[in-house]
């Protein structure tokens, strides 16, 4: 008892911040704290542990072997930290409101409108859905503590959680060159790779990390100048795109959310394909309200015809 008093859970916090935001600065600045304090407890926590948890670099931090699992240990104290402050608060019990911690764009354009208010395009899509009586649901950040997770994966990528998560793959979203129907009518079409060079392109900063993406930071290191911009939100890119400001990287069913949005050329086709994947702890999934809601993510992916399985 005595070990674990000792441990300060907003060093849980500090070490998923870091994860999450992949730089000292900005988890200081998440954490509404100096980047100083974030350097002296990583420090701390270093000196306890013997060994590096986060290898520094001009552009940013990333955890080490050790911090990787020290993240994962994290999320799962964080999860049971928010599973068991809810049980304190009562108000219903436990279970009342789900936690998914997910992309931003995945909350935005698939899982907020079909689990909310259903806008019409999604309900014409899935039809009949098991979404009627969900408990209540909050979106996070992915890698924060949350109920359920739903990740976008390289194909034949392992599960980065514990060999015991419940994994199910939901949905997988194939990327092509996409751009505004106001940039076309303004540019005229894009013909052929080399016209690629000249034309300006529009980026998305989970490009720049996520291991399909690969493709894509080949043809912009081909070009051998920078994107225009880079955004932190799909929402961004896709405002930036419909607006005009270039070519870009979108899913294949980008243009039935908003048909403003248009197919670069049929012939660009950089293999890139993303799998959609929900995790859950099996402690959580014995919780009904968190297994009803596992279920019916499924199931609405499950019946989105714009997504392959």
Not at 3 to 32: C, P
Request: with cysteine; hydrophobic share 45%.
């Amino acid at each position: 008892m005595h070990r674990w008093s000792e441990l300060d859970w907003n060093d849980v916090r500090l070490i998923l911040a870091i994860a999450e935001f992949g730089s000292f600065q900005k988890a200081a600045r998440a954490l509404k704290i100096d980047q100083a304090t974030v350097s002296r407890r990583v420090g701390a926590l270093e000196r306890r542990c013997g060994c590096p948890l986060f290898i520094r670099r001009a552009s940013g931090a990333v955890p080490s072997l050790s911090g990787q699992a020290l993240v994962a240990l994290a999320r799962n104290a964080g999860t049971a930290i928010a599973r068991f402050e809810r049980a304190l608060d009562g108000a219903g019990g436990l279970g009342d409101t789900v936690t998914i911690a997910t992309t931003e764009g995945i909350a935005t354009y698939l899982l907020g409108p079909a689990l909310s208010a259903r806008g019409a395009d999604l309900a014409t899509a899935l039809g009949p859905g098991p979404t009627t009586k969900l408990p209540a649901v909050r979106f996070v950040r992915l890698g924060s503590p949350a109920d359920l997770e739903i990740m976008l994966l390289e194909p034949g990528a392992a599960i980065p959680r514990h060999a015991w998560a419940q994994a199910r793959k939901i949905g997988a979203m194939t990327f092509e060159l996409m751009a505004g129907a106001r940039y076309l009518a303004a540019h005229g079409p894009v013909d052929g790779w080399s016209a690629l060079a000249e034309v300006p392109l529009l980026n998305h900063e989970s490009y720049e990390v996520h291991p399909a993406c690969r493709p894509w930071r080949s043809l912009i290191d081909d070009r051998g100048r920078p994107p225009v911009a880079t955004w932190p939100t799909s929402s961004a890119l896709h405002r930036a795109t419909v607006l005009g400001g270039g070519v870009t990287l979108l899913p294949t069913f980008s243009p039935l959310l908003d048909d403003q949005v248009r197919r670069v050329c049929p012939d660009f086709n950089l293999g890139i394909l993303v799998e959609i994947w929900i995790v859950a702890e099996p402690e959580a999934l014995r919780l009904a309200s968190v297994r009803h809601v596992y279920d019916a993510v499924s199931a609405l992916f499950n019946a989105t015809p714009w997504l392959g399985v």
